[in-house]
């Protein structure tokens, strides 16, 4: 999927599992300390400059993209 940060909530019944929600960001920035904050901005710098890379060589992120547009 084409973006640094993503959470997906799935929710467990007994019969199923179901979507709860997609968070396209993260959150409860004033729970987290300084270390931890500044781990969290690396490691969503990291994710980026990836995506980035991938994006300028042309990556196609296939799976997605049926998901998303079917096939």
């Known amino acids: 999927m084409p973006t640094p940060f993503l959470i997906i909530d799935f929710l467990a019944s007994q019969d199923s599992i179901y979507f709860g929600e997609i968070t396209p960001r993260p959150g409860h920035?004033?729970?987290f300390n300084s270390n931890v904050d500044s781990l969290l901005g690396n490691?969503?710098?990291?994710?980026?400059?990836?995506?980035?890379?991938?994006l300028m060589e042309g990556k196609k992120f296939e799976t997605f993209n049926e998901l998303r547009f079917g096939k």
Do not use: V
Request: proline share 0%; no cysteine; hydrophobic share 45%.
């Open 29 to 31: 920035f004033h729970e």
């Open 43 to 54: 490691s969503f710098i990291a994710a980026r400059t990836r995506l980035i890379s991938d």
